[in-house]
C-alpha cells in the first residue's frame, strides 16, 4: 500500500507565507512526478505545481514568481514553499503523485489534503 501525507497548512494574513511537506510511503519502487493542486470553495480543483524526477518545474500562472516546489528523492518529499500570500490561494491543497510500487504497477495516489487559509 502506498500513501501520501501532506503537512503544513494553516491561516496565514495576506503576505505572509506557509511550507507544504507531501511525504510518499509504503512499497514504493520509484516516485515519478510529483505535484501539487488546489480546490477553493466551489471551484475545481486546478494544478499549482509540478515537478519531475530531474527537477523539472512546471506552474500555474498565478503563483509564477511566488511559489517554489522542490524535492528530495532521498525521502520521496515534495515541497510547496508559498511566499507572498493572496486571499485567493485559499483552499484545500492535494499533493498528487505518479509512482510505481514494488509489483512494478504505475499508480497514481493523492493525499488527504491540507487546507490554506489567506486572510485579507
Known amino acids: 500500500q502506498v500513501q501520501l501525507v501532506e503537512s503544513g497548512g494553516g491561516l496565514v494574513q495576506a503576505g505572509g507565507s506557509l511550507r507544504l511537506s507531501c511525504a510518499a510511503s509504503g512499497r514504493i519502487f520509484i516516485v515519478n512526478a510529483m505535484g501539487w493542486y488546489r480546490q477553493a470553495p466551489g471551484k475545481q480543483r486546478e494544478l499549482v505545481a509540478v515537478?519531475?524526477?530531474?527537477?523539472?518545474?512546471n506552474y500555474v500562472g498565478s503563483v509564477k514568481g511566488r511559489f517554489t516546489i522542490s524535492r528530495d528523492n532521498a525521502t520521496n518529499t515534495a515541497y510547496l514553499q508559498m511566499n507572498s500570500l493572496k486571499p485567493e490561494d485559499t483552499g484545500v491543497h492535494y499533493c498528487n503523485s505518479n509512482l510505481i510500487d514494488r509489483t512494478l504497477r504505475t499508480l497514481e495516489v493523492w493525499g488527504q489534503g491540507t487546507l490554506v487559509t489567506v486572510s485579507s
Open positions: 515537478i519531475t524526477r530531474r527537477g523539472i518545474t
